[in-house]
Protein backbone atom coordinates (compact mmCIF):
# COMPACT_ATOMS: atom_id res chain seq x y z
CA UNK A 1 0.00 0.00 0.00
CA UNK A 2 1.24 3.56 -0.59
CA UNK A 3 2.52 5.08 2.29
CA UNK A 4 0.51 7.86 3.81
CA UNK A 5 2.10 11.28 3.21
CA UNK A 6 0.16 14.11 3.69
CA UNK A 7 -3.05 14.70 6.56
CA UNK A 8 -6.00 16.84 6.56
CA UNK A 9 -6.57 17.53 9.94
CA UNK A 10 -10.33 19.41 10.34
CA UNK A 11 -10.59 21.04 14.04
CA UNK A 12 -13.18 23.74 13.26
CA UNK A 13 -14.17 25.36 16.38
CA UNK A 14 -10.96 25.50 18.13
CA UNK A 15 -7.65 25.98 17.15
CA UNK A 16 -4.88 23.89 18.17
CA UNK A 17 -2.48 27.06 19.06
CA UNK A 18 -5.44 28.14 21.67
CA UNK A 19 -4.59 28.12 25.56
CA UNK A 20 -6.60 25.36 26.83
CA UNK A 21 -7.93 26.02 30.30
CA UNK A 22 -10.99 28.65 29.07
CA UNK A 23 -13.18 29.04 26.14
CA UNK A 24 -13.67 26.10 24.10
CA UNK A 25 -9.86 24.80 24.52
CA UNK A 26 -9.35 22.34 25.91
CA UNK A 27 -8.40 18.23 26.04
CA UNK A 28 -9.53 18.57 22.32
CA UNK A 29 -6.51 20.80 21.24
CA UNK A 30 -4.18 19.30 23.68
CA UNK A 31 -5.04 16.15 21.51
CA UNK A 32 -4.79 16.93 18.03
CA UNK A 33 -1.05 19.63 18.52
CA UNK A 34 0.19 15.81 20.45
CA UNK A 35 -1.18 13.50 17.61
CA UNK A 36 -0.64 16.06 14.86
CA UNK A 37 3.03 16.52 15.78
CA UNK A 38 3.72 12.77 16.37
CA UNK A 39 2.55 11.79 13.27
CA UNK A 40 4.93 14.43 11.52
CA UNK A 41 7.58 12.81 13.41
CA UNK A 42 6.79 9.75 11.53
CA UNK A 43 6.96 12.08 7.77
CA UNK A 44 3.64 12.88 7.67
CA UNK A 45 2.71 16.48 6.24
CA UNK A 46 0.02 17.44 8.70
CA UNK A 47 -2.53 20.62 7.65
CA UNK A 48 -5.08 21.62 10.68
CA UNK A 49 -7.96 23.75 9.12
CA UNK A 50 -9.52 25.63 11.93
CA UNK A 51 -12.04 29.01 12.10
CA UNK A 52 -9.76 32.27 12.29
CA UNK A 53 -11.19 34.05 15.10
CA UNK A 54 -8.90 37.36 14.38
CA UNK A 55 -8.62 39.40 11.55
CA UNK A 56 -4.73 39.75 12.33
CA UNK A 57 -4.12 35.65 12.19
CA UNK A 58 -1.88 35.00 9.22
CA UNK A 59 -3.46 32.48 6.81
CA UNK A 60 -0.80 29.97 7.73
CA UNK A 61 0.82 29.11 10.70
CA UNK A 62 3.55 26.72 10.76
CA UNK A 63 2.85 24.99 14.40
CA UNK A 64 5.58 23.02 14.66
CA UNK A 65 8.12 21.06 11.52
CA UNK A 66 5.93 19.36 9.25
CA UNK A 67 2.27 20.57 10.71
CA UNK A 68 0.42 23.53 9.68
CA UNK A 69 -2.25 25.55 11.21
CA UNK A 70 -4.41 26.90 8.03
CA UNK A 71 -6.82 29.85 9.63
CA UNK A 72 -10.12 29.48 7.57
CA UNK A 73 -12.34 32.47 7.29
CA UNK A 74 -15.66 31.85 8.10
CA UNK A 75 -18.10 34.18 10.04
CA UNK A 76 -17.74 37.13 12.26
CA UNK A 77 -13.70 36.77 13.44
CA UNK A 78 -15.23 36.98 17.47
CA UNK A 79 -18.14 36.78 19.43
CA UNK A 80 -19.41 33.60 17.83
CA UNK A 81 -20.56 30.61 19.79
CA UNK A 82 -19.86 26.90 19.49
CA UNK A 83 -24.27 26.93 19.23
CA UNK A 84 -23.75 29.65 16.51
CA UNK A 85 -20.94 28.01 14.42
CA UNK A 86 -23.25 25.37 12.72
CA UNK A 87 -24.44 28.52 9.96
CA UNK A 88 -21.18 28.61 9.13
CA UNK A 89 -20.33 25.16 8.41
CA UNK A 90 -20.91 26.06 4.29
CA UNK A 91 -18.40 28.56 3.95
CA UNK A 92 -15.56 26.87 5.80
CA UNK A 93 -16.28 23.62 4.03
CA UNK A 94 -16.11 25.73 0.75
CA UNK A 95 -12.87 27.49 1.99
CA UNK A 96 -11.33 23.89 2.52
CA UNK A 97 -12.14 22.51 -0.56
CA UNK A 98 -10.74 25.67 -2.36
CA UNK A 99 -7.78 24.85 -0.40
CA UNK A 100 -7.08 21.83 -1.23
CA UNK A 101 -7.76 22.48 -5.11
CA UNK A 102 -4.75 24.53 -4.85
CA UNK A 103 -3.17 21.63 -5.14
CA UNK A 104 -2.61 18.62 -7.61
CA UNK A 105 -5.77 15.99 -7.55
CA UNK A 106 -4.51 13.91 -4.61
CA UNK A 107 -2.79 15.78 -2.23
CA UNK A 108 -4.07 14.56 0.80
CA UNK A 109 -4.61 10.61 1.70
CA UNK A 110 -6.89 11.53 4.78
CA UNK A 111 -9.17 13.50 6.47
CA UNK A 112 -9.09 13.59 10.47
CA UNK A 113 -11.86 15.23 12.07
CA UNK A 114 -12.21 16.44 15.27
CA UNK A 115 -16.22 17.34 17.01
CA UNK A 116 -19.29 16.87 15.17
CA UNK A 117 -18.96 20.21 13.41
CA UNK A 118 -15.38 19.31 11.95
CA UNK A 119 -16.96 15.70 10.86
CA UNK A 120 -19.69 17.51 9.00
CA UNK A 121 -17.29 19.24 7.11
CA UNK A 122 -14.80 15.77 6.81
CA UNK A 123 -17.41 14.18 5.29
CA UNK A 124 -17.94 16.73 1.83
CA UNK A 125 -13.96 16.44 1.67
CA UNK A 126 -13.81 13.31 1.96
CA UNK A 127 -16.90 12.63 -0.89
CA UNK A 128 -15.32 15.34 -3.29
CA UNK A 129 -11.19 14.03 -2.67
CA UNK A 130 -12.06 10.34 -2.41
CA UNK A 131 -9.98 9.76 0.64
CA UNK A 132 -11.55 8.33 3.67
CA UNK A 133 -12.72 9.80 6.60
CA UNK A 134 -11.35 9.15 10.16
CA UNK A 135 -13.12 10.86 12.81
CA UNK A 136 -13.17 11.41 16.84
CA UNK A 137 -15.50 12.65 18.56
CA UNK A 138 -14.14 13.85 21.87
CA UNK A 139 -17.70 14.45 23.42
CA UNK A 140 -21.12 13.42 22.34
CA UNK A 141 -24.64 14.87 23.00
CA UNK A 142 -26.31 12.21 24.12
CA UNK A 143 -24.40 11.14 26.98
CA UNK A 144 -23.41 14.59 27.92
CA UNK A 145 -27.33 15.46 28.42
CA UNK A 146 -27.90 11.96 29.85
CA UNK A 147 -25.96 13.15 32.56
CA UNK A 148 -26.47 16.93 32.69
CA UNK A 149 -24.63 18.63 35.46
CA UNK A 150 -26.76 20.98 37.59
CA UNK A 151 -27.33 24.84 35.86
CA UNK A 152 -26.07 23.59 32.40
CA UNK A 153 -27.98 23.51 29.24
CA UNK A 154 -28.90 20.19 27.16
CA UNK A 155 -27.02 19.96 23.84
CA UNK A 156 -29.81 20.66 20.74
CA UNK A 157 -31.19 18.33 18.31
CA UNK A 158 -29.36 19.51 15.72
CA UNK A 159 -25.99 18.46 17.18
CA UNK A 160 -27.70 14.93 17.93
CA UNK A 161 -28.57 14.86 14.66
CA UNK A 162 -25.22 15.94 13.22
CA UNK A 163 -23.66 13.46 15.15
CA UNK A 164 -25.87 10.76 13.86
CA UNK A 165 -24.57 11.88 10.49
CA UNK A 166 -20.99 12.12 11.13
CA UNK A 167 -21.22 8.65 12.40
CA UNK A 168 -22.50 7.17 9.39
CA UNK A 169 -20.62 8.62 6.98
CA UNK A 170 -17.03 7.92 8.57
CA UNK A 171 -14.84 5.61 7.00
CA UNK A 172 -13.22 4.78 10.78
CA UNK A 173 -14.30 6.35 13.89
CA UNK A 174 -11.79 6.37 17.08
CA UNK A 175 -12.74 6.23 20.61
CA UNK A 176 -10.37 7.21 23.52
CA UNK A 177 -11.85 4.11 25.79
CA UNK A 178 -13.43 0.81 25.40
CA UNK A 179 -16.92 2.71 27.30
CA UNK A 180 -16.42 5.52 24.28
CA UNK A 181 -16.75 2.67 21.73
CA UNK A 182 -19.77 1.05 23.14
CA UNK A 183 -21.64 4.71 23.30
CA UNK A 184 -20.63 4.93 19.39
CA UNK A 185 -22.33 1.12 18.86
CA UNK A 186 -25.38 1.41 21.37
CA UNK A 187 -26.40 5.28 21.56
CA UNK A 188 -25.54 6.46 17.38
CA UNK A 189 -25.61 3.05 15.83
CA UNK A 190 -22.09 2.56 14.59
CA UNK A 191 -20.93 -1.07 12.92
CA UNK A 192 -18.66 -2.27 15.54
CA UNK A 193 -16.31 -2.80 13.18
CA UNK A 194 -15.72 0.85 12.15
CA UNK A 195 -14.65 1.82 15.51
CA UNK A 196 -11.17 1.50 17.20
CA UNK A 197 -10.18 2.76 20.57
CA UNK A 198 -7.30 4.47 20.82
CA UNK A 199 -6.06 5.98 23.99
CA UNK A 200 -4.77 9.36 24.35
CA UNK A 201 -1.20 10.02 25.96
CA UNK A 202 0.67 11.75 27.81
CA UNK A 203 3.93 14.17 27.33
CA UNK A 204 6.18 12.37 29.78
CA UNK A 205 8.68 14.57 28.83
CA UNK A 206 6.92 17.61 30.39
CA UNK A 207 4.12 15.95 32.64
CA UNK A 208 6.91 14.19 34.96
CA UNK A 209 7.55 13.71 38.64
CA UNK A 210 9.27 16.53 40.37
CA UNK A 211 10.51 17.85 44.21
CA UNK A 212 7.16 19.17 45.57
CA UNK A 213 8.49 21.39 48.07
CA UNK A 214 10.62 22.80 44.98
CA UNK A 215 7.20 23.29 42.87
CA UNK A 216 5.23 24.93 45.71
CA UNK A 217 8.16 27.57 46.51
CA UNK A 218 8.04 28.22 42.73
CA UNK A 219 4.02 28.71 42.89
CA UNK A 220 4.20 31.04 46.21
CA UNK A 221 2.45 27.67 47.91
CA UNK A 222 3.29 26.63 51.57
CA UNK A 223 5.73 23.59 52.33
CA UNK A 224 3.15 22.22 53.98
CA UNK A 225 0.38 22.73 52.81
CA UNK A 226 -2.73 20.19 51.88
CA UNK A 227 -3.21 21.64 48.35
CA UNK A 228 -6.27 20.36 46.73
CA UNK A 229 -6.20 21.39 42.92
CA UNK A 230 -8.79 21.25 40.55
CA UNK A 231 -7.43 22.06 36.35
CA UNK A 232 -9.54 22.86 33.63
CA UNK A 233 -12.15 24.92 31.77
CA UNK A 234 -14.70 26.44 34.86
CA UNK A 235 -18.35 25.21 33.38
CA UNK A 236 -21.09 22.85 35.70
CA UNK A 237 -19.93 19.88 33.34
CA UNK A 238 -16.51 20.04 34.67
CA UNK A 239 -18.47 20.75 38.42
CA UNK A 240 -15.50 22.41 40.47
CA UNK A 241 -18.61 23.66 42.43
CA UNK A 242 -18.50 20.34 43.83
CA UNK A 243 -15.27 20.45 45.11
CA UNK A 244 -15.41 23.68 46.64
CA UNK A 245 -18.81 22.24 48.76
CA UNK A 246 -16.97 19.50 49.19
CA UNK A 247 -13.73 21.63 50.36
CA UNK A 248 -16.91 23.55 52.71
CA UNK A 249 -18.07 19.87 54.22
CA UNK A 250 -14.22 19.25 55.12
CA UNK A 251 -13.70 22.56 57.45
CA UNK A 252 -17.06 22.14 59.20
CA UNK A 253 -16.21 18.54 60.05
CA UNK A 254 -12.44 19.43 60.96
CA UNK A 255 -11.98 23.66 61.22
CA UNK A 256 -8.11 22.85 62.17
CA UNK A 257 -7.75 22.35 58.73
CA UNK A 258 -8.60 25.89 57.52
CA UNK A 259 -4.70 27.10 57.87
CA UNK A 260 -3.12 23.95 55.94
CA UNK A 261 -5.71 24.03 53.30
CA UNK A 262 -5.25 25.66 49.82
CA UNK A 263 -7.50 25.01 47.21
CA UNK A 264 -6.33 26.34 43.53
CA UNK A 265 -8.83 26.46 40.75
CA UNK A 266 -6.15 26.87 37.19
CA UNK A 267 -8.85 27.64 34.49
CA UNK A 268 -11.06 29.73 33.34
CA UNK A 269 -14.67 29.86 32.54
CA UNK A 270 -16.25 28.30 29.56
CA UNK A 271 -19.06 27.01 28.21
CA UNK A 272 -22.74 28.00 29.94
CA UNK A 273 -19.90 28.79 32.38
CA UNK A 274 -19.33 31.84 30.58
CA UNK A 275 -22.77 33.63 31.37
CA UNK A 276 -21.34 34.19 34.63
CA UNK A 277 -17.89 34.18 35.32
CA UNK A 278 -17.87 35.08 38.49
CA UNK A 279 -20.17 32.22 39.97
CA UNK A 280 -17.57 29.81 41.20
CA UNK A 281 -15.97 33.11 43.47
CA UNK A 282 -18.97 33.58 44.38
CA UNK A 283 -19.77 30.40 45.79
CA UNK A 284 -16.68 30.48 47.42
CA UNK A 285 -17.59 33.10 49.17
CA UNK A 286 -20.88 32.14 49.99
CA UNK A 287 -19.35 28.56 51.03
CA UNK A 288 -17.24 31.01 53.70
CA UNK A 289 -13.96 29.09 52.05
CA UNK A 290 -12.32 32.39 49.96
CA UNK A 291 -9.62 32.30 51.92
CA UNK A 292 -8.73 28.73 51.00
CA UNK A 293 -9.11 29.37 47.45
CA UNK A 294 -7.33 30.94 44.74
CA UNK A 295 -7.78 31.40 41.27
CA UNK A 296 -5.49 31.12 38.89
CA UNK A 297 -5.82 31.88 35.22
CA UNK A 298 -4.99 29.07 32.47
CA UNK A 299 -1.20 27.90 32.34
CA UNK A 300 0.96 26.59 29.76
CA UNK A 301 2.13 22.89 30.15
CA UNK A 302 5.36 23.62 31.98
CA UNK A 303 3.35 25.77 34.51
CA UNK A 304 0.83 23.18 34.80
CA UNK A 305 3.00 20.04 35.79
CA UNK A 306 4.29 22.45 38.11
CA UNK A 307 0.71 22.79 39.65
CA UNK A 308 0.43 19.33 39.42
CA UNK A 309 3.47 18.22 40.60
CA UNK A 310 2.62 21.01 43.54
CA UNK A 311 -0.73 19.46 44.77
CA UNK A 312 -1.44 16.67 47.53
CA UNK A 313 -4.64 15.64 45.49
CA UNK A 314 -5.56 16.37 42.13
CA UNK A 315 -10.11 16.45 41.93
CA UNK A 316 -11.91 15.67 38.51
CA UNK A 317 -15.24 15.90 39.32
CA UNK A 318 -16.98 15.87 36.39
CA UNK A 319 -20.31 14.78 34.96
CA UNK A 320 -18.74 13.22 32.20
CA UNK A 321 -15.42 12.63 30.27
CA UNK A 322 -14.38 11.05 27.25
CA UNK A 323 -11.24 10.62 28.38
CA UNK A 324 -9.73 12.51 30.92
CA UNK A 325 -6.54 14.33 30.21
CA UNK A 326 -6.02 16.27 33.37
CA UNK A 327 -6.24 12.55 35.72
CA UNK A 328 -3.77 11.37 33.44
CA UNK A 329 -1.45 14.29 33.56
CA UNK A 330 -1.43 14.18 37.03
CA UNK A 331 -0.80 10.80 37.78
CA UNK A 332 2.06 11.70 35.39
CA UNK A 333 3.62 14.10 37.68
CA UNK A 334 2.93 11.45 40.89
CA UNK A 335 -0.06 12.85 42.27
CA UNK A 336 -3.19 11.14 43.18
CA UNK A 337 -6.19 11.83 41.71
CA UNK A 338 -9.60 11.94 43.29
CA UNK A 339 -12.50 11.37 40.33
CA UNK A 340 -15.98 10.99 39.29
CA UNK A 341 -16.56 7.40 38.17
CA UNK A 342 -17.98 8.77 35.33
CA UNK A 343 -16.77 7.92 31.36
CA UNK A 344 -13.21 7.99 30.29
CA UNK A 345 -12.19 8.52 34.48
CA UNK A 346 -12.84 4.58 34.67
CA UNK A 347 -10.19 4.04 32.24
CA UNK A 348 -7.59 6.89 33.26
CA UNK A 349 -7.63 6.66 37.05
CA UNK A 350 -7.16 3.24 38.94
CA UNK A 351 -9.70 2.78 41.96
CA UNK A 352 -7.52 2.30 45.53
CA UNK A 353 -4.15 2.45 42.68
CA UNK A 354 -4.11 5.57 41.23
CA UNK A 355 -6.56 7.25 43.44
CA UNK A 356 -9.85 7.25 44.20
CA UNK A 357 -13.10 7.02 42.30
CA UNK A 358 -16.10 8.94 43.53
CA UNK A 359 -19.39 7.08 42.42
CA UNK A 360 -21.76 10.53 43.11
CA UNK A 361 -20.93 13.89 42.81
CA UNK A 362 -22.54 14.62 46.33
CA UNK A 363 -20.14 16.98 48.71
CA UNK A 364 -20.21 14.92 51.38
CA UNK A 365 -19.16 11.34 49.71
CA UNK A 366 -15.95 13.85 47.83
CA UNK A 367 -15.62 15.53 51.76
CA UNK A 368 -15.43 11.75 52.70
CA UNK A 369 -12.56 10.89 49.94
CA UNK A 370 -10.66 13.80 50.51
CA UNK A 371 -10.50 13.31 54.00
CA UNK A 372 -9.41 9.58 53.67
CA UNK A 373 -6.25 10.59 51.61
CA UNK A 374 -5.08 13.88 53.79
CA UNK A 375 -5.70 11.53 56.83
CA UNK A 376 -3.31 8.91 55.87
CA UNK A 377 -0.04 9.67 54.56
CA UNK A 378 0.55 5.78 53.84
CA UNK A 379 -2.27 5.65 51.61
CA UNK A 380 -1.17 8.68 50.02
CA UNK A 381 1.72 7.37 49.23
CA UNK A 382 0.91 4.34 47.51
CA UNK A 383 -1.24 6.22 45.65
CA UNK A 384 0.75 8.23 44.21
CA UNK A 385 3.66 5.16 43.64
CA UNK A 386 0.39 3.89 42.10
CA UNK A 387 0.11 7.19 39.55
CA UNK A 388 2.87 6.96 38.12
CA UNK A 389 2.88 3.53 37.60
CA UNK A 390 -0.51 4.18 36.07
CA UNK A 391 0.54 7.46 33.97
CA UNK A 392 3.33 4.79 32.18
CA UNK A 393 -0.34 2.90 30.41
CA UNK A 394 -0.73 6.46 28.55
CA UNK A 395 1.89 7.93 25.86
CA UNK A 396 1.52 10.12 22.44
CA UNK A 397 3.81 8.05 20.69
CA UNK A 398 1.29 5.20 21.15
CA UNK A 399 -1.85 7.44 20.70
CA UNK A 400 -0.11 8.43 17.38
CA UNK A 401 1.48 5.09 16.09
CA UNK A 402 -2.12 3.19 16.88
CA UNK A 403 -4.28 6.38 14.83
CA UNK A 404 -1.34 5.57 12.24
CA UNK A 405 -2.95 1.98 11.67
CA UNK A 406 -6.37 3.00 12.30
CA UNK A 407 -5.68 5.71 8.97
CA UNK A 408 -4.36 2.39 6.79
CA UNK A 409 -7.36 0.41 7.77
CA UNK A 410 -10.01 3.45 6.68
CA UNK A 411 -7.85 3.68 3.49
CA UNK A 412 -7.96 -0.60 2.61
CA UNK A 413 -11.70 -0.50 3.91
CA UNK A 414 -12.37 2.70 1.67
CA UNK A 415 -10.08 0.80 -1.31
CA UNK A 416 -12.29 -2.78 -0.87
CA UNK A 417 -15.88 -1.12 -1.15
CA UNK A 418 -14.94 1.08 -4.04
CA UNK A 419 -14.16 -2.28 -5.64
Known amino acids: MDPIRRLAMVSLHTSPLDQPGTGDAGGMNVYVVEVA ?3 A ?3 IEVDVFTRATSSTLPAVVEAYAGVSVRHIHAGPYEGLTKAELPAQLCVFAREVLRAEAAHPVGHYDVVH ?7 QVGALARDRWGVPLVHSMHTMAKVKNAALAAGDVPEPAARTIGEEQVVEAADMLIANTAIEAGQLVDLYGAE ?7 HPGVDLTVFRP ?3 VAARAELGLPPDAHVLLFAGRIQPLKAPDVLLRAVAELLAAAPALRGRLVVPVVGGPSGSGLDRPESLAALAAELGIADVVRFVPPVGQAELARWYAAATVVAVPSYNESFGLVAAEAQACGTPV ?11 VRDGRSGLLVPTHQPRDWAAALDRVLGDPPLHRRLA ?11 WEATAAATLDVYRRARTGMREAAA
Open 37 to 39: KRL
Open 41 to 43: DRG
Open 113 to 119: SHYWLSG
Open 192 to 198: PARVEVV
Open 210 to 212: VDR
Open 338 to 348: IAAAVGGLTTV
Open 385 to 395: AGALAQAREFS
